[in-house]
């Protein structure tokens, strides 16, 4: 399972870092990646991390402000956003593949099997 924590309520310009940590899921090779949702709407991609390759993705949005990392040891991977906008709230949802993901799936909410529960990032002065 996915359990995903760190959201908050944040002032324009303030930072936050998400957590996701898996566990009970054991595979060779996969993606770990943060989506964001704003309801009624659907998930849209934020950043992911290939774990094998160590490779970093990332939406327009989310370049130069948010930084998708991992810890090995924990089975963890962390979201840094900072100079966060109004525009940025929404629930955070972690998934996992079961597989590493060609570039072009990274981004397809249908491309992952396990998720977790989200959490709420609210940004607003």
């Known amino acids: 399972q996915l359990q995903a924590s760190g959201g908050g309520l944040v002032q324009p310009g303030g930072s936050l870092r998400l957590s996701c940590v898996a566990s009970?899921?054991?595979?060779?090779?996969?993606?770990m990646t943060w989506f964001r949702q704003v309801s009624g709407n659907e998930r849209e991609f934020v950043a992911a991390?290939?774990?094998?390759?160590?490779?970093?993705h990332y939406s327009d949005g989310a370049k130069g402000r948010f930084t998708i990392s991992r810890d090995r040891a924990k089975n963890t991977v962390y979201l840094q956003m900072s100079n966060l906008e109004p525009d940025d709230t929404g629930i955070y949802y972690c998934?996992?593949?079961?597989?590493?993901?060609?570039?072009?799936?990274?981004?397809?909410?249908?491309?992952?099997?396990?998720w977790g529960q989200g959490t709420q990032v609210t940004v607003s002065s």
């Open positions: 998934a996992m593949s079961e597989s590493d993901l060609i570039v072009s799936r990274l981004r397809n909410p249908s491309s992952y099997k396990y």
């Open positions: 009970g899921i054991s595979f060779s090779s996969y993606a």
């Open positions: 991390f290939r774990w094998n390759r160590g490779s970093t």
